[in-house]
């Protein structure tokens, strides 16, 4: 690795963790219906102002050792660890597919799924207003994709939205209960939009498999049975489409030689 490529990796990377430091605003603020651009940053707990050396991405962390300022109230490791893991994105993004616009694209699209990551886990909702825009927003994959196409976007979006909502019509018919938020159906239709139909038939497969996977582990542990616990399916879909962004065409590939004759 040149010296060129070091600094620009690291730039990409504090830029990365910036845009990851505004995501934490996005994920407090929207479930509550709150701007996202005013006030600045404030303490929770004690509402005092953030002067701009508490908001530096990880390093107010370390400094402030995960405390406030003003009130030493515990931060929660929370704040930058999404501010390391947008900052990681970034750079593996790069490192992939150098600067470019897909690179801009991926980056956006992750940054998303991010933000709606963290708020299915706190309040088990994916809000309209990210996903809806969302889609099309994220329909632009044919112009920022090479390998892309509108007839593919629409597709993506269809098998995203359609799959998933004849699921949730099936399990509802059966169990007479939501199984499936409509926020996920959503959800799907955007990473359809992005990723087409072999990225969101991909997403849909390695989504449920984590899911399952994850909810046995969470039953074994809590030895319970009960087959209605609500595990938040966003972040697993979110998984399984950042899968797809980086190794979703040599895992199709593999599976294809390994399980299909
Ligand atoms: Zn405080």
Request: aromatic content about 16%; proline content about 5%; overall charge positive.
């Amino acid at each position: 690795m040149t010296a060129y490529s070091f600094y620009s990796g690291l730039i990409v990377f504090i830029f990365g963790t910036c845009i990851g430091s505004f995501l934490n605003v996005c994920i407090y603020r929207i479930p509550e219906n709150r701007s996202i651009v005013t006030p600045g940053s404030f303490c929770p707990n004690c509402k005092n102002s953030l002067p701009f050396y508490c908001n530096i991405p990880i390093f107010s962390y370390l400094f402030l050792m995960g405390r406030c300022k003003f009130c030493h109230t515990p931060i929660s490791i929370r704040y930058p660890f999404v501010e390391a893991l947008t900052g990681l994105f970034s750079l593996l993004l790069f490192l992939k597919f150098g600067l470019t616009p897909a690179m801009i694209y991926w980056f956006a699209f992750i940054s998303v799924l991010i933000t709606i990551s963290f708020i299915d886990l706190d309040h088990q909702i994916i809000p309209d207003n990210i996903s809806l825009p969302g889609i099309l927003i994220f329909a632009s994959s044919f112009y920022f994709l090479p390998e892309m196409t509108l007839k593919n976007v629409l597709l993506g979006i269809l098998t995203g939205g359609g799959s998933l909502y004849a699921i949730a019509l099936v399990y509802y018919l059966v169990k007479k209960q939501e199984g499936m938020g409509g926020g996920d159906i959503k959800l799907l239709a955007m990473i359809g939009a992005a990723t087409g139909i072999k990225g969101v038939a991909f997403t849909i497969f390695t989504g449920s498999l984590f899911g399952t996977i994850s909810g046995l582990l969470i039953m074994l542990s809590t030895r319970t049975a009960d087959t209605r616990l609500r595990i938040p399916f966003g972040p697993f879909l979110s998984l399984g489409a950042i899968l797809y962004i980086f190794f979703g065409e040599r895992l199709i590939q593999w599976y294809m030689t390994c399980f299909v004759p």
